[in-house]
Every structure is written in structure tokens, then in C-alpha cells.
């Protein structure tokens, strides 16, 4: 079974903190991803990655940053948290696009105070 | 613009009848089409998923969906509901550039 972990469960962080979610799939997937999951707004895609070294802005990348320096690994990274970035955050890997197939990790629920 | 709308937030059944889960979508196109189950305190998985060939479609855990192009609808359906189907509900479709975008979701309650 593919596996997508997420390091951090939850995590309490103060405005003004960066914060790092790490992300790990084992499947050797090409594409990573990070969403962003809120009451009533469903999931937002923040950025996306089709390779090593590649990234891609999604939907809402504003305050957010990532790095994609082995294949395995897509780590998310706040430069400088904000409350309106209280939410919950969804990492997901697939084979290919086309296909449409996520697999996801089971979230990081961010609280900044 | 492209998009996906659920036309509930909240559908609450009891254990042993139908659950309907309703999505349209907008598009110039046929797109594909998914939907993904999400449990509490976990990820989100993929139930089913259509891609242009049979207009029904059928998934895990005994659901199915059917696309309905006439009415640019892409419900979700089980015939009888159980403990275990309550979760949120994600109708989705993809874009001409291949990414997912996501619907806001339906969280289905299963009464004893």
C-alpha cells in the first residue's frame, strides 16, 4: 500500500514563527501536493510538485513556501505564521496527473496563536 | 469558471437506507470526475472515479455514482447505509491542465 506520512499530527505555533510540515511517500510517485482544508471551502491546493527541484504555485500560494530536494520528500514552509493560517494541511502523492489519483497523508493540523 | 458544487453540507440517514449525495459540476467539457471518502481523523481516499467510459460507476464499500451529462451531475449512491459510512464526502473534478479541484464537501451522519 502506498504510504504518505506526515511528520506532525498537530502543532501549536505562535504568529511570526516559520514553520516546516514534512511530508514522506514511499511509493516513488512523480507528483506531490499540498492542500489546504477548511470548514465549507473544501481543499485548496497551496502548491504541487512534478519533480525533484520542481514546484509549481496552486491556488492560494501567498505566505507559503515549499522545497522538493529528494524525490520522496515535499516539506511545506511558512516563513512567518499568521493566524489566518490556523487550518488544516493535507500533503497527497500520485504516480501520474492524468490518472487523478491521490494518495494523502492523514493531515497536520496547524493552530497559530 | 470551472467548478464543482455539492448541494448539501450536512445529509443525515439512518443505518439500512439509501444515501444520495448530490454534485453537479461545470464545464465546457466531459471531465473526469472523482469522488473521495474522508473519516474522521484521517486522509482522504478515492472511492470512484469517471473517465469517460461507462456512465455508471461503481466504487468501494458499495457505492456508485452515475454521470449524467443532461444534467452536468455526478451523484453519489448506496443502496443501504452502515455505521461506518459516516465521513465527509468530496465530489471532484479535473481540470484541462490536470489538477483536482475539490468540492466543499458533504459530511454524511448515519443514525443507529
Known amino acids: 500500500d502506498v504510504k504518505v506520512t506526515q511528520s506532525s499530527r498537530y502543532l501549536v505555533k505562535r504568529t511570526g514563527e516559520k514553520v516546516f510540515l514534512e511530508c514522506v511517500q514511499d511509493?516513488?510517485?512523480?507528483?506531490m501536493f499540498w492542500y489546504r482544508q477548511d470548514p465549507g471551502l473544501g481543499l485548496r491546493l497551496i502548491y504541487f510538485?512534478?519533480?525533484?527541484?520542481?514546484?509549481e504555485k496552486g491556488d492560494i500560494p501567498e505566505g507559503y513556501s515549499v522545497s522538493r530536494e529528494k524525490k520522496e520528500r515535499f516539506s511545506l514552509i511558512l516563513e512567518s505564521a499568521s493566524t489566518n493560517q490556523t487550518s488544516m494541511y493535507l500533503c497527497?502523492?500520485?504516480?501520474?496527473?492524468?490518472?487523478?489519483?491521490?494518495?494523502f497523508g492523514e493531515g497536520s493540523r496547524l493552530t497559530v496563536l | 469558471a470551472q467548478s464543482v458544487t455539492q448541494l448539501d453540507s450536512h445529509v443525515s440517514v439512518s443505518e439500512g437506507t439509501p444515501v444520495l449525495l448530490r454534485c453537479n459540476y461545470s464545464?465546457?467539457?466531459?471531465?473526469?470526475l472523482f469522488w473521495y471518502v474522508q473519516h474522521p481523523n484521517k486522509g482522504l481516499q478515492l472511492l470512484l472515479k469517471y473517465t469517460s467510459a461507462a456512465t455508471l460507476v461503481k466504487g468501494i464499500n458499495g457505492f456508485e455514482a452515475e454521470f449524467k451529462k443532461s444534467e452536468t451531475s455526478f451523484h453519489l449512491t448506496k443502496p443501504s447505509a452502515h455505521m461506518s459510512d459516516a465521513a465527509e464526502y468530496f465530489c471532484v473534478r479535473m481540470d484541462s491542465s490536470y489538477k483536482l479541484i475539490f468540492g466543499s464537501g458533504t459530511r454524511l451522519l448515519v443514525r443507529p
Open positions: 464545464s465546457s467539457y466531459s471531465p473526469s
Open positions: 511509493m516513488d510517485h512523480e507528483n
Open positions: 510538485s512534478y519533480d525533484v527541484k520542481m514546484k
Open positions: 497527497a502523492s500520485s504516480l501520474t496527473s492524468a490518472i487523478g489519483e491521490l494518495f
